[in-house]
């Protein structure tokens, strides 16, 4: 655990030194759980933006894009559940008075008794060796049994609990498995209440006149409200996917882990609208084709894992997270939700408005069922960079710490050096970042020894940096010095532009 903080904390430091994240409002003491993205975040985050719309939308002749206000109309969140059951259940220990998600305090518990089964079966298969089997051992030994018996059964008290709004249950639950604040181990708790996660705001100018407003707390709802001008206008046919990217807002009660939970964040969201009967298909069809764009990446097929929901939302007949390995263990990433017909049906019986696609095929008009696949921006940085930092000992026994994200999305390309601030040699470095940077983030530096200079571009995430030396006045050749390998090669000038296009291509990455 101390190594998981220590991860935690060093990449925290790092976004922050290398200007990828600051604290909002710092110079006021920061805003609790909302960020600013410096001069390298934001060129990261955009990159990631790109790398997820081009797959969505522009390798998708069915799916096309849509930028919705961030104010809508009240009654959107009437219609889709939000102002009814958009909240979170949190208790207060008395004692520490801080504030906690009453089902995660109970979903920890439980997961700990996984981690106790899991010892068990891992000390088994360490006594048995290869004549172990897992399954046998899991279902038969007491223990074991014991433990998941245990997890499951309290799993499945919450869910049954939360559902039925039964929140007495669910304290009860938190004092007879004597959960304590993990903080300061006091078990002296407030009743569970119910918590709106809604930012409420106010349009008009006279108090009497004013219209009470949302922030959205989802992207999703701005499309499913554009559906018929969209399908309209853009002839689309089912099955076809709206997308769109933007700001969500949520007044999170545990907010403690840096940009993965945050009260003002951006998610990157699909719906796919299909014909009711088929949306179990596309529902696995969505799972598998966002698991591959994450895969892309090359961040390690181990850090990724589905996590089937058993307790569905109000609105979804199946659903599943992927979850990435992020430092402090495996979380949610993104969601893919099989959303039924819930929303536009909705939408239809407040707006009073028919939300209904004709199919010309089945000669018959329907409301179309939706998967949706959601995913945070933020969330997504975090387990990018979060992955990609680390500290390597090299050969000579010194240490470098390097920033090893994946090229496509690095916030710069390539760095270009002279090697000395003379001779001409920075001219002709200023000459190759005139012809790179069209297609391409380049930077200059010519300060410090070159050794120096390539460190701080490691650190900094930068995949390729280009030497010019006094060989380049004989020859035209410069040295192309890659961050991952730290391999160094000669290449001519004029080849350089190809090169560099062929290896940061949104094809090679994507395809
Ligand atoms: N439209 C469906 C929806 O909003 P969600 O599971 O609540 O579903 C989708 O959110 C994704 O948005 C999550 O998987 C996560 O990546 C991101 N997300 C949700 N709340 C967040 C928060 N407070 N801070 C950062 N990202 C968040």
Redesign the pocket.
């Known amino acids: 655990m101390a190594n998981q903080d220590d991860k935690f904390k060093k990449v925290i430091a790092h976004a922050k030194e290398y200007g990828y994240i600051f604290q909002s409002s710092e110079i006021y003491d920061g805003l609790s ?1 909302v960020y600013d993205y410096g001069q390298n975040g934001v060129e990261l985050k955009n990159n990631i933006r790109d790398y997820w719309w081009k797959s969505m939308v522009q390798m998708h002749q069915n799916i096309v894009g849509l930028d919705s206000a961030i104010f809508m109309h009240p009654t959107t969140w009437k219609a889709s559940g939000h102002v009814d059951a958009f909240n979170d259940p949190l208790i207060d220990n008395k004692d520490s008075k801080k504030r906690y998600r009453a089902d995660v305090l109970i979903e920890d518990h439980a997961e700990k008794l996984l981690i106790k089964a899991k010892k068990e079966i891992n000390k088994a298969a360490k006594r048995f060796g290869d004549a172990f089997d897992e399954e046998q051992y899991r279902t038969t030994n007491p223990r074991v049994v014991g433990y998941l018996q245990k997890r499951d059964e309290i799993l499945a008290r919450m869910g049954k609990s939360l559902e039925n709004e039964d929140l007495e249950d669910v304290k009860a639950l938190i004092e007879e498995l004597e959960i304590a604040d993990p903080e300061t181990g006091s078990r002296n708790w407030t009743e569970v209440r119910q918590f709106n996660l809604m930012f409420g705001t106010k349009l008009g100018a006279s108090a009497d006149s004013a219209m009470d407003l949302y922030l959205r ?5 701005g499309i499913f409200v554009n559906f018929l001008n969209v399908q309209k206008t853009g002839r689309m046919k089912i099955p076809f996917g709206i997308a769109q990217t933007g700001k ?1 807002f ?1 007044n ?1 009660i545990v ?1 403690r882990q840096f ?5 003002e ?3 990157m ?1 699909m719906q796919f609208f299909v014909q009711p009967g088929e949306e179990l298909k596309w529902y696995e069809y969505w799972k598998d084709t966002r698991l591959k764009w994450h895969l892309s990446l090359g961040m390690g097929e181990e850090n990724y894992r589905f996590h089937d929901h058993d307790k569905l ?1 109000h609105y979804a007949n199946a659903a599943a ?2 979850e990435f390995n992020f430092p402090f263990g495996f979380k ?4 893919i ?1 099989s ?1 039924t017909d819930f929303d536009l049906k909705a939408h239809e019986e407040y707006s009073g408005k028919k939300l209904k696609f004709f199919d010309p095929q089945r000669n018959e008009s329907y409301v179309p069922y939706v998967v ?1 696949t ?7 940085f975090l387990a990018v960079f979060s992955n990609s930092l680390k500290e390597e000992v090299l050969d000579d026994g010194s240490t470098r710490t390097v920033l090893k994200l994946p090229s496509i999305l690095a916030p710069t390309k390539v760095a270009v050096f002279p090697l000395v601030k003379k001779d001409g040699l920075p001219e002709i470095a200023q000459e190759i970042i005139d012809n790179l940077k069209w297609d391409l983030t380049v930077l200059y530096d010519e300060k410090d020894a070159v050794g120096k200079r390539y460190r701080r571009q490691d650190a900094a995430g930068t995949p390729y940096c280009i030497t010019v030396d006094h060989q380049t006045l004989e020859d035209q050749t410069v040295t192309l010095r890659e961050r991952d390998s730290m391999a160094q090669r000669r290449i001519k000038i004029d080849d350089l532009e190809d090169i560099l296009r062929a290896e940061l291509s949104m094809k090679r990455w994507l395809d």
């Open positions: 759980a707390p989802e992207t999703a709802q969500a949520r999170e907010a940009i993965f939970r945050m009260r964040f951006e998610q969201e939302a997270d992927i949610e990433l993104e969601g939700h959303r949706e959601s995913i945070g921006l933020d969330r997504m």
